[in-house]
T-cell receptor
Framework: AAGVIQSPRHLIKEKRETATLKCYPI?????VYWYQQGPGQDPQFLIS???????DKGSIPDRFSAQQFSDYHSELNMSSLELGDSALYFC???????????????FGPGTRLTVL | AQKVTQAQTEISVVEKEDVTLDCVYE???????LFWYKQPPSGELVFLIR??????QNEISGRYSWNFQKSTSSFNFTITASQVVDSAVYFC?????????????FGKGTKLTVNP
């Protein structure tokens, strides 16, 4: 079965640079979530989209922005990178939607971002 | 506010032992969903189970079983006859269906090491 695809899998950036992470949800899934997992930490919710609209926002820095496109893929844009942004970034998709019964979130393999 | 507590930070067992991972949650909602995810050393997050708040039936899947008790707000996970391949970090997570937000709130995780 098709899974969530994330690219790139690994990314190395310098401080103050920008990065773009991409996520391709499971076919027919209309909801995308982004999570950040620091070393030895649990995943923390950043932001979610349903039908190309932002549905919820967590502890996402103002330096980060995201969007969902017409083909349902999503991109997380990160600017003015800091050392503390080094983490594993997960995208998850589901077929649920805000206000309806929660559906299972399936996670991609993650993008490991290292900021030097 | 939602909260998930996994009191066991690390557990080490010998192969073939049974092991139970504890999860206690807090929520003000009457409708919510509980999940377990496995994160092996390779880093991906693998979905194991989803349980609705109105379904307290315990579940067994092969060597895995889950005990959901609303009275104690617990959703414990037991691995029977553990194997080395079970070594991973296991996360318990909670999402609420009401209020339009279905983000996952994770516990801190329990690192399970199964020694041969």
């Amino acid at each position: 079965a098709a899974g969530v695809i994330q690219s790139p899998r690994h990314l190395i950036k310098e401080k103050r640079e920008t990065a773009t992470l991409k996520c391709y949800p499971i076919p027919r899934h209309d909801t995308v979530y982004w999570y950040q997992q620091g070393p030895g930490q649990d995943p923390q919710f950043l932001i979610s989209f349903y039908e190309k609209m932002q549905s919820d926002k967590g502890s996402i820095p103002d330096r980060f922005s995201a969007q969902q496109f017409s083909d349902y893929h999503s991109e997380l844009n990160m600017s003015s990178l800091e050392l503390g942004d080094s983490a594993l970034y997960f995208c998850a998709s589901s077929s649920g939607a805000s206000g309806r019964e929660s559906d299972t979130q399936y996670f991609g393999p993650g993008t490991r971002l290292t900021v030097l | 506010a939602q909260k998930v507590t996994q009191a066991q930070t690390e557990i080490s067992v010998v192969e073939k032992e049974d092991v139970t991972l504890d999860c206690v949650y807090e929520t003000r909602d009457t409708t919510y969903y509980l999940f377990w995810y496995k994160q092996p050393p390779s880093g991906e997050l693998v979905f194991l189970i989803r349980r609705n708040s109105f379904d307290e039936q315990n579940e067994i899947s092969g060597r895995y079983s889950w005990n959901f008790q609303k009275s104690t707000s617990s959703f414990n996970f037991t691995i029977t006859a553990s194997q080395v391949v079970d070594s991973a970090v296991y996360f318990c997570a909670l999402s609420e269906a009401q209020g339009g937000s279905e983000k996952l709130v994770f516990g801190k995780g329990t690192k399970l090491t199964v020694n041969p």
